[in-house]
């Protein structure tokens, strides 16, 4: 079965810090992951990964894929409080994206 | 681009009611998602359709729900009868197929469903 396992399932922080989020995957015909950020809305995107080693980087946040591994990671340094949301990993293999059920980060001042 | 648009925003319904989402995919994106998004059970896959055509309603919980993709840009979701259970945020998402499978999904606003 196809599926896609964030952790951890949630995180609470100080503004200033750095977090890292793990993504871990097992899906047939992988063609990429991806992130995206939820605050109280609809998740919006953040990074679309298709080759290992490859930094995608925006800001304080970035992310590599490690297709060894079959996992990708999302870091974001000095932390702030408008980074509080859950962030989604997805992956896509030509017919579907795959969610993970999300970590939920709570950044406090 | 306005983006993937849906509508209602907000419907709140008695238990037995029909339920009718709608979803407006981006224009040139071919392939059109339902997910539904509930704390337990986080965002759950219901259907979608590539060029119009239904491929996977795997994920529609049973034959209350209904999909239809008339054409490329209008889908709906429909609910009927609704119960309780069926209370949660309904996104609707569309991408462009590409050969290279460098697919990026983009949501719409949600709707967000109280059955009472």
């Known amino acids: 079965e196809d599926k896609v396992v964030q952790s951890p399932l949630s995180l609470v922080v100080h503004e200033g810090d750095t977090v890292t989020l793990n993504c871990s995957y097992e899906?047939?015909?992988?063609?990429?992951l991806l992130w995206y950020k939820q605050e109280k809305k609809a998740p919006t995107f953040l990074f679309m990964l298709?080759?290992?080693?490859i930094e995608k980087k925006s800001g304080r946040l970035s992310s590599i894929l490690d297709k060894k591994e079959l996992s990708s990671i999302l870091n974001i340094t000095a932390t702030q409080t408008g980074d509080s949301a859950i962030y989604l990993c997805?992956?896509?293999?030509?017919?579907?994206?795959?969610f993970g059920s999300g970590t939920k980060l709570n950044v406090k001042p | 681009d306005a983006g993937v648009i849906q509508s209602p925003r907000h419907e709140v319904t008695e238990m037995g009611q029909e339920v009718t989402l709608r979803c407006k995919p981006i224009?040139?994106?071919?392939?059109l998602f339902w997910y539904r998004q509930t704390m337990m059970r986080g965002l759950e896959l219901l259907i979608y359709?590539?060029?119009?055509?239904?491929?996977?309603d795997s994920g529609m919980p049973e034959d209350r729900f209904s999909a239809k993709m008339p054409n490329a840009s209008f889908s709906t979701l429909k609910i009927q009868p609704s119960e309780p259970r069926d209370s949660a945020v309904y996104f609707c998402?569309?991408?462009?197929?590409?050969?290279?499978?460098?697919?990026?999904?983009?949501f719409g606003a949600g709707s967000r469903l109280t059955v009472l």
């Open positions: 997805a992956v896509y293999n030509f017919n579907k994206f795959y």
């Open positions: 298709t080759s290992s080693g």
């Open positions: 359709f590539n060029n119009n055509v239904p491929i996977d």
């Open positions: 998402a569309s991408s462009q197929s590409l050969s290279s499978g460098a697919n990026v999904l983009t």
């Open positions: 899906v047939t015909n992988f063609r990429s």
């Open positions: 224009s040139g994106h071919n392939s």
